[in-house]
């Protein structure tokens, strides 16, 4: 392709680096060469590789040509409409996750690794089932998605964690520090570092831990060099490099000089020197030579000190398997550490142990990271020099260490070390681990093999490419347990001792109880198929040890009732006119006193001279249709709770109903609002005082009044005649619930006008009453008896009727007597195109409802009053029939008709 150059060999790593590569070599290079380059990437980013690969689509259009030729203007052009396309074929959300996750064990991943998935999960959007679904779609097994659903549970029980990052860089941030670098840092490569590429790739959590990895791929580690320590004796002094030279004593003098391209200094009155490849204690000794050659009392009296002031920077090469393989610059205190950080650390197939220092074209150290990791020893963690090469070879040996350990990872074994290595790189077993023997899978041949490497053999055992370890956990089992559960004072498990008894298991367990059961005991003993089998033992013969004593096995339960454990709880009940009616637990010799007493003594209704218990039968006949039930018992106790000589003792599961005193009434208070003369809270005087008697003692209506707009309001349990003091109302309030919501459904699509004026009255809160007629025929049926609660409203003449529902325009209409409702109907802009014209109603001031009445092909209206309003409905909305029922009545119809005429056919 024009002898372009080849964008294949290079791996994927970020969308980011690529897309910035291609600018550059599109807008940078002019060349042919780099154009294609450039469009090789942007297919590549769009994994179109094997498009461009085998260029099919590039040779037949003979696009490579048309680019070769095209001009700066119409190359760019070209490259945007690349990139729209990439965009179009592969959206920027797709992510570039493993191709097969089929391999993957889901009991090997850490928790770790579980909670890295769910926090990528997260700052992509993903819930957790679409984890699973994206898991099962890269193929993880239905069996291992189940496991990872499982984990995933349970990491989110356990609670979110978290770190927050920060990133870092070499600018000093010390306004005390006195040394600075003299040049600047381009963070560009930090700010994309292969955190990115992890970041990516939501499944990457899930790939085996490399062992040392994270210290240069975890962005809260940077390795920076300490600009603010001693200069190192060895340091090496070349171009750009500040040093301060400080004279005291019998002449003083502090000067800050540069280091020339030429490797020069000029100390003031002393002339030039070169210092460029020499040590700082050796530019210290040429410096102290200088000016003592030039008349300063060097060690006479005067002394100077060299230091290092601002550094220079150096271009060190990183080269091999690493993330990101180039030329860094760097301050010349950087060590081997940072310049591995700048590169995002080894790959994964670039080794850890023997990374090389190359100066000077020969090996100069070699750097082993476990040294750091598992020593905290940084002997081969030298100072780098200008033009130094790191090299990071491949990894020979690796091997996978997994299970019950502390540090599960990828390992690097080095000639000579030993399985016993690999387990102290990995910090030791877990707690419970069973460290005994270790499985082992290894590469035979063209297949795999297991074997198992006792303890004995740890230190002599050498590891082998591709050998996979698991140490397993200890059996959830135990060798001398026996278990005692019930009426001992210890009960739980204890060391079973050789020989050991049941009475001697018993005293272990601190005794018996006062209320074990001294019948029937069990022991579950586990037989040697792991079935189990009851052992019944008479416990108080073993205690008098009328029967031998029971040597107890392994895994033994030995079980021991309470007697409370064998009947029914013992309780008492009191209802009636008590503070705290209830359910109270019986106990022995309980006098009807003690029980009322539990019972927070009596009310003030309370009639002590008339109390009734009622007792479980056990002997009733069941032959007989009036067997009794229960035996009742009528008693009463002294008023102040004092013990007689005889009380009445209860039985179990008794039943005491204390009665209110005959003629015992509580105040009952009801309201007037409104237009009376004196409104206010008013106290029924008789049971049977009715409407007219309170407005006759409330002064009577004002000349305001509106007598048929009054209104009676009372509760849903008083109008149905319940008195909620003595009935458990829930029930009955969930049904009056129930019926207004149906009320509001029929109109839930009408305006919000008619829904409040639904709610705010309710069918079942109010009564409609004719006070006009209750007036002027006081004690007459429609006068009703008034209830505790009850409010009687009696408003202001209304001089307006509202409109509402479905018509055109809601509102509210001055009252007229020659109007019809049609007429206020048609004052709202008439009926809308939805409304149910048949069923509109009307609800009166005092809060009746009265509807539309059909006669014949007539509506007859009702009648309208001041303060009315006018309802109309909405018709239901009828579902449109879908194309495909359509479709099946019509070819229904036909195949009918198709018939039909084939008969007709027939008898012509």
């Known amino acids: 392709m024009c002898g372009c150059l080849n964008a294949y060999d290079i791996p994927y790593h970020g969308l980011h680096e690529y897309f910035r590569d291609a600018i550059k070599k599109l807008v940078n290079n002019k060349q042919v060469k780099y154009r294609i380059f450039a469009t090789e990437y942007i297919l590549k980013i ?210 800050r000089l540069n280091v020339t391209p030429e490797g020069n200094i000029n100390i003031p009155g002393a002339g030039i020197l070169n210092v460029s490849g020499k040590t700082i204690e050796q530019a210290t000794e040429a410096i102290k030579g200088r000016l003592a050659a030039n008349k300063y009392a060097i060690g006479h009296g005067t002394s100077v000190q060299v230091s290092l002031a601002n550094i220079r920077s150096i271009s060190v090469i990183v080269a091999g398997e690493v993330e990101k393989p180039g030329t860094y610059t760097l301050p010349s205190l950087a060590t081997v550490f940072n310049a591995l950080y700048e590169a995002g650390g080894p790959s994964d197939e670039g080794t850890f142990r023997q990374i090389e220092v190359i100066r000077n074209n020969r090996l100069y150290k070699t750097l082993d990271v476990y040294d750091f990791l598992t020593k905290g020893e940084q002997k081969g963690n030298i100072i780098l020099q200008d033009q130094d090469i790191i090299r990071v070879p491949t990894y020979r040996v690796r091997v996978d260490l997994r299970g019950e350990i502390k540090i599960p990872a990828l390992f690097e074994v080095l000639p000579g070390e030993t399985l016993q290595d690999v387990l102290t790189f990995a910090g030791g077993f877990k707690s419970h681990a069973y460290t005994a023997m270790i499985k082992v899978s290894q590469i035979s041949d063209q297949q795999r093999r297991l074997a198992d490497i006792p303890e004995a053999d740890y230190k002599n055992y050498i590891p082998l490419q591709g050998d996979i370890y698991t140490v397993d956990t200890v059996l959830q089992r135990y060798e001398n347990r026996i278990t005692i559960n019930g009426a001992v004072f210890r009960p739980g498990e204890y060391e079973l001792q050789k020989g050991m008894t049941l009475t001697q298991l018993i005293t272990k367990a601190a005794g018996l109880k006062e209320d074990a059961f001294m019948g029937v005991g069990s022991i579950i003993r586990l037989n040697p198929d792991n079935s189990t089998s009851a052992v019944i033992f008479n416990l108080k013969d073993v205690e008098n040890k009328a029967v031998p004593d029971i040597t107890l096995q392994r895994e033994d339960i030995v079980n021991i009732s309470s007697i409370f454990d064998l009947r029914d709880k013992f309780t008492v009940t009191i209802y009636g006119s008590v503070r705290h009616p209830g359910v109270f637990a019986y106990a022995d010799s309980l006098s009807l006193e003690d029980l009322i007493v539990k019972a927070g003594g009596f009310t003030a209704d309370a009639s002590p001279l008339r109390i009734e218990v009622a007792r479980r039968v056990s002997s009733g006949d069941p032959m007989s249709k009036d067997s009794k039930i229960a035996q009742v018992y009528i008693t009463e106790v002294d008023p102040g709770l004092k013990q007689q000589s005889v009380n009445f003792t209860l039985h179990p599961y008794d039943i005491v109903s204390i009665y209110s005193v005959p003629g015992y009434e509580k105040q009952k208070t009801i309201v007037i609002e409104g237009e009376v003369q004196y409104p206010g809270p008013y106290t029924l005087q008789n049971k049977n005082e009715k409407i007219s008697d309170v407005i006759k003692r409330a002064g009577g209506l004002t000349v305001f009044a509106d007598p048929d707009g009054a209104t009676l309001k009372r509760t849903f349990l008083q109008i149905i005649g319940v008195d909620e003091n003595t009935v458990d109302s829930t029930d009955i309030e969930k049904d009056r619930i129930q019926r207004l919501n149906r009320l509001k459904k029929t109109f839930k699509d009408s305006t919000d006008t008619t829904k409040a004026t639904l709610i705010q009255q309710p069918s079942n809160d109010y009564i409609g009453i004719n006070l006009r007629e209750i007036m002027a025929k006081p004690g007459s049926n429609t006068d009703l008896i008034l209830e505790d609660g009850d409010i009687l409203r009696i408003p202001k003449e209304r001089q307006i009727v509202r409109i509402n529902g479905e018509v055109l325009y809601p509102s509210a209409v001055v009252y007229a007597d020659n109007k019809t409702f049609n007429e206020y109907v048609s004052n709202a802009g008439g009926f809308s195109p939805t409304a149910l014209r048949k069923s509109a109603f009307i609800i009166y001031p005092n809060g009746t409802v009265k509807g539309s009445r059909k006669f014949i092909f007539f509506n007859t209206r009702p009648k309208v009053k001041p303060g009315s309003e006018i309802i109309v409905p909405k018709k239901p909305e009828t579902p449109p029939i879908p194309p495909t029922e359509i479709i099946g009545i019509t070819s229904g119809l036909a195949s009918i008709a198709a018939v039909i005429f084939a008969i007709i056919s027939l008898h012509k």
């Open 46 to 255: 769009a994994w179109l590789q094997p498009i461009v690969k085998h260029k099919w689509i590039l040779n037949v259009v003979g696009v490579s040509r048309v680019f070769c030729n095209m001009s700066y203007f119409r190359s760019a052009l070209f490259f945007v409409i690349v990139l729209l396309f990439c965009a179009i074929a592969h959206p920027a959300s797709a992510q570039n996750i493993p191709q097969n996750l089929s391999n993957i064990n889901v009991n090997d991943l850490t928790d770790a690794q579980i909670s890295q998935l769910l926090a990528q999960a997260q700052a992509n959007g993903l819930s957790d089932s679409q984890i699973i679904q994206q898991a099962q779609a890269m193929g993880l097994p239905s069996d291992q998605a189940q496991l990872l659903q499982q984990r995933i549970a349970k990491i989110r029980a356990s609670g979110p964690g978290g770190k927050s990052k920060n990133n870092s860089n070499f600018s000093d941030t010390s306004s005390n520090q006195s040394r600075r670098l003299n040049f600047p840092i381009d963070t560009s490569s930090r700010n994309d570092t292969s955190q990115n590429k992890y970041k990516q790739n939501l499944f990457q959590v899930l790939k085996p831990r490399i062992f040392g990895a994270d210290l240069f791929r975890n962005s809260t580690s940077s390795f920076e060099p300490n600009l603010r320590l001693a200069t190192p004796s060895n340091y090496m002094v070349g171009p750009d490099d500040q040093l301060e030279i400080d004279v005291f004593g019998n002449s003083e003098a502090t000067w």
